[in-house]
């Protein structure tokens, strides 16, 4: 986990970028997971 000083600092390098929470890719293979169930049980 980064920790928010680390979060800072990278973000003060890198002023254009923008923040993301979360788990978005976790949350596709999940997707796609449940999807090939439903498709291939």
């Known amino acids: ?3 928010l ?3 800072r600092r990278i973000l003060s390098r890198v ?3 923008s923040v993301i ?3 978005m890719f976790g ?3 999940l997707g ?3 999807d090939a ?3 291939f049980a």
Do not use: Y
């Open 32 to 34: 796609l997971a449940l």
């Open 15 to 17: 002023p254009q970028s």
């Open 1 to 3: 986990m980064i920790t």
């Open 27 to 29: 949350s596709v293979g």
């Open 21 to 23: 929470e979360g788990d």
């Open 37 to 39: 169930r439903r498709k």
């Open 5 to 7: 000083s680390q979060k």
